[in-house]
C-alpha cells in the first residue's frame, strides 16, 4: 500500500511528464484515457488535470481488460504496465500495431517501487 506522500510524488512524475508531452505535441491534448485498475491513481490524475483543457477517461475496474475499445478517441495513453489482465505494455504493443492507432502516444505508469522489466515485449514498441 501506498503512502499520501508516495501518491503525490506519483501524480506529480506523471503530470510532468504528460506536460512534456504535449509541448512535445506541440498543441493542447483535449483526451487522455488513463487505463489503471487503481482507483487512487485514476482519482489523482483526474484531480491534477481538473483545471486544464482536458478530459481524463479512465478505463478501470471490468473495462481494465479491454482499454483498446477506448483508444481511438483519446490523444494520449497513460496505462499502468500492472494491470492484471491487459497490462500497459500489451497496450502499447496493442496502439503501435494497430494503423489507425499507431499516431497516439503512449506513456507507461508504474508504481514507485516495482522495477520496469527491460525484456518485456512491450519495450520493443
Do not use: W
Amino acid at each position: 500500500m501506498t503512502s499520501a506522500r508516495q501518491r503525490a510524488t506519483l501524480a506529480s512524475r506523471a503530470q510532468s511528464t504528460l506536460t512534456r508531452s504535449v509541448q512535445l505535441l506541440g498543441a493542447m491534448l483535449h483526451k487522455l484515457l488513463l487505463a489503471d485498475d487503481s482507483v487512487t491513481i485514476q482519482r489523482v490524475i483526474e484531480l491534477t488535470f481538473a483545471d486544464e483543457d482536458m478530459q481524463v477517461i479512465a478505463v478501470g475496474g471490468r473495462e481494465r481488460s479491454h482499454p483498446p475499445h477506448r483508444i481511438g478517441s483519446a490523444d494520449i495513453v497513460l496505462a499502468d504496465v500492472g494491470m492484471p489482465e491487459m497490462d500497459g505494455y500489451e497496450v502499447a504493443a496493442y496502439v503501435k500495431n494497430t494503423p489507425h492507432l499507431a499516431h497516439i502516444p503512449v506513456l507507461l505508469l508504474t508504481g514507485a517501487f516495482r522495477a520496469v522489466d527491460e525484456k518485456s515485449p512491450g519495450s520493443r514498441v
